[in-house]
């Protein structure tokens, strides 16, 4: 007559939690008094073989509580390398089957030695069951990754910074919008080897990967490419093939991808055709063609920005205002050159340039190293003055448009303004905080201003210069 015991779901839960070493006193006792009971019945009949793996994992499934928890113990004792047999008797087995297999595989994943810094076999297991056409087997298999990326998650960020990567809340563009995100950023700093690199997908929080100037190969994507939670990946001056680029393609919650001066060809674009929620790419300073970022833009219908990788180092004005340089970043081809806040740029080599995005769509087709001719209007360090304005004030200047405001054409001395200080040849800029780009909006914002101080902005000594310049690579 044999009986079993009735386990309720937290009990399961709990079962391997429990000491081991209570269960395996509990083990030996029971199978040192069932040995003693069958004695009789093993006397001239020789030993039995012990079970084979197939018949072992069977086991899970038993009637018998002793066989089930004896069964699951040694399996989880044996390693990682029950885990095909495990996986490929799971739907064969009963409600407790189940639950016994995907509690080995938790176990094998929680090892430090076979599942958290190993090939991640065990882990690799979970998530393809999470993704089981069984819905029992997924929900538990899910739910079994959900508790194990808690307990390891703080162990595999430790690990990593140990190794010089760096964990931080950073400030970034995730798809069209900008946000903080936590990042997790390698680079000649690291310090691990390729079994370290597993510690990666624990970190559940990570929304952006950022990878630069470390030379990697398709490992470090096909382990990277389980970080299923990223929406931002980054990587710079790196090996990255189009081999690697396949399992990128396995990043599908990804909204954010940067590329730059990686040997990425048109192959390697096309491999990312999967990837329909990207919302943003930057493609600098690869070896695709437009053609093939073109191709990529129309499968994923998402903002593409596709450079050959020259870099200025000028920010500007946004249209539909003249290419005015608001900034110019330190050791740029920019800087070096002498290019200044408050240029103008209209043309480059030769061809006119509008607004930014002209500038902007003509360095996207150099390279870095390449030289060009920038054409600017230096209008010098702006001039303030104002003057008087009351009902017997008259301003005689004729003025005409000027690609920073209107210039100054005729001005007689008794013109209000020349007392004031303005002169033939200077551009006006602002009229009363009123940007003036034509004579007859000189003349409204004049007339409309009421009596008193009217101040306007000026200079006194706008030049037109051609400079040569050298690109560089983005940062």
Same mark, same amino acid.
């Given at each position: 007559?044999?009986?079993?015991?009735?386990?309720?779901?937290?009990?399961?839960?709990?079962?391997?939690?429990?000491?081991?070493?209570?269960?395996?006193?509990?083990?030996?006792?029971?199978?040192?008094?069932?040995?003693?009971?069958?004695?009789?019945?093993?006397?001239?009949?020789?030993?039995?073989?012990?079970?084979?793996?197939?018949?072992?994992?069977?086991?899970?499934?038993?009637?018998?509580?002793?066989?089930?928890?004896?069964?699951?113990?040694?399996?989880?004792?044996?390693?990682?390398?029950?885990?095909?047999?495990? =996986?490929?008797?799971?739907?064969?087995?009963?409600?407790?089957?189940?639950?016994?297999?995907?509690?080995?595989?938790?176990?094998?994943?929680?090892?430090?030695?076979?599942?958290?810094?190993?090939?991640?076999?065990?882990?690799?297991s979970l998530e393809t069951l999470a993704n089981s056409d069984h819905p029992r087997i997924a929900r538990q298999a899910a739910s079994a990754l959900d508790r194990i990326n808690v307990?390891?998650?703080?162990?595999?960020?430790?690990?990593?910074?140990?190794?010089?990567?760096?964990?931080?809340?950073?400030?970034?563009?995730?798809?069209?919008?900008?946000?903080?995100?936590?990042?997790?950023?390698?680079?000649?700093?690291?310090?691990?080897?390729?079994?370290?690199?597993?510690?990666?997908?624990?970190?559940?929080?990570?929304?952006?990967?950022?990878?630069?100037?470390?030379?990697?190969?398709?490992?470090?994507?096909?382990?990277?490419?389980?970080?299923?939670?990223?929406?931002?990946?980054?990587?710079?001056?790196?090996?990255?093939?189009?081999?690697?680029?396949?399992?990128?393609?396995?990043?599908?919650?990804?909204?954010?991808?940067?590329?730059?001066?990686?040997?990425?060809?048109?192959?390697g674009f096309d491999s990312l055709h999967p990837l329909k929620k990207l919302a943003y790419v930057k493609l600098y300073g690869t070896k695709g063609t437009k053609e093939g970022a073109?191709?990529?833009?129309?499968?994923?219908?998402?903002?593409?920005?596709?450079?050959?990788?020259?870099?200025?180092?000028?920010?500007?004005?946004?249209?539909?205002?003249?290419?005015?340089?608001?900034?110019?970043?330190?050791?740029?081809?920019?800087?070096?050159?002498?290019?200044?806040?408050?240029?103008?740029?209209?043309?480059?080599?030769?061809?006119?340039?509008?607004?930014?995005?002209?500038?902007?769509?003509?360095?996207?087709?150099?390279?870095?190293?390449?030289?060009?001719?920038?054409?600017?209007?230096?209008?010098?360090?702006?001039?303030?003055?104002?003057?008087?304005?009351?009902?017997?004030?008259?301003?005689?200047?004729?003025?005409?448009?000027?690609?920073?405001?209107?210039?100054?054409?005729?001005?007689?001395?008794?013109?209000?303004?020349?007392?004031?200080?303005?002169?033939?040849?200077?551009?006006?800029?602002?009229?009363?905080?009123?940007?003036?780009?034509?004579?007859?909006?000189?003349?409204?914002?004049?007339?409309?201003?009421?009596?008193?101080?009217?101040?306007?902005?000026?200079?006194?000594?706008?030049?037109?210069? =051609?400079?040569? =310049?050298?690109?560089?690579?983005?940062?």
């Open positions: 007559m044999s009986f079993d015991l009735v386990e309720t779901p937290a009990s399961r839960i709990a079962m391997h939690s429990l000491t081991r070493i209570s269960a395996r006193y509990l083990l030996v006792a029971t199978i040192f008094i069932g040995s003693f009971l069958s004695v009789g019945l093993s006397v001239g009949c020789g030993q039995q073989d012990s079970p084979n793996l197939a018949d072992e994992v069977k086991q899970l499934s038993s009637r018998r509580f002793i066989d089930r928890e004896q069964a699951m113990l040694n399996l989880i004792d044996q390693g990682t390398v029950v885990i095909p047999e495990v =996986v490929k008797q799971l739907e064969q087995q009963n409600f407790e089957g189940i639950t016994r297999s995907l509690h080995i595989l938790s176990e094998l994943t929680l090892s430090d030695k076979q599942g958290f810094r190993a090939n991640g076999v065990p882990r690799q307990v390891r998650e703080a162990d595999a960020i430790r690990g990593l910074t140990k190794l010089g990567a760096r964990y931080n809340r950073v400030y970034t563009r995730v798809g069209a919008d900008s946000r903080y995100v936590q990042q997790i950023h390698l680079d000649s700093g690291w310090r691990g080897e390729a079994e370290d690199l597993y510690m990666l997908p624990w970190v559940a929080s990570a929304e952006e990967l950022l990878i630069e100037e470390l030379e990697l190969d398709t490992q470090w994507f096909e382990i990277i490419s389980r970080m299923r939670k990223l929406t931002s990946l980054v990587v710079k001056r790196c090996p990255l093939t189009d081999e690697s680029a396949k399992h990128i393609a396995k990043l599908t919650s990804l909204t954010n991808l940067d590329i730059r001066y990686c040997p990425l060809t048109d192959n073109l191709r990529l833009q129309q499968a994923i219908k998402a903002e593409l920005d596709f450079r050959l990788g020259a870099f200025l180092g000028v920010g500007c004005r946004q249209p539909p205002a003249a290419c005015y340089i608001e900034s110019v970043q330190p050791n740029t081809g920019a800087f070096k050159a002498g290019l200044m806040v408050g240029d103008i740029i209209t043309a480059f080599d030769d061809r006119a340039v509008k607004d930014f995005n002209d500038l902007r769509t003509i360095i996207s087709g150099h390279r870095p190293g390449d030289k060009s001719k920038v054409s600017i209007t230096r209008i010098g360090v702006p001039q303030t003055a104002a003057y008087n304005k009351t009902e017997d004030s008259i301003v005689k200047a004729r003025v005409k448009p000027h690609i920073a405001g209107v210039v100054v054409e005729e001005i007689p001395e008794d013109c209000a303004l020349f007392k004031a200080g303005l002169r033939k040849g200077h551009v006006v800029t602002n009229l009363h905080l009123v940007e003036v780009k034509t004579a007859e909006e000189f003349q409204k914002v004049l007339q409309d201003a009421p009596l008193g101080p009217v101040r306007f902005v000026y200079s006194n000594d706008p030049k037109e210069m =051609v400079i040569e =310049v050298e690109f560089g690579e983005w940062d």
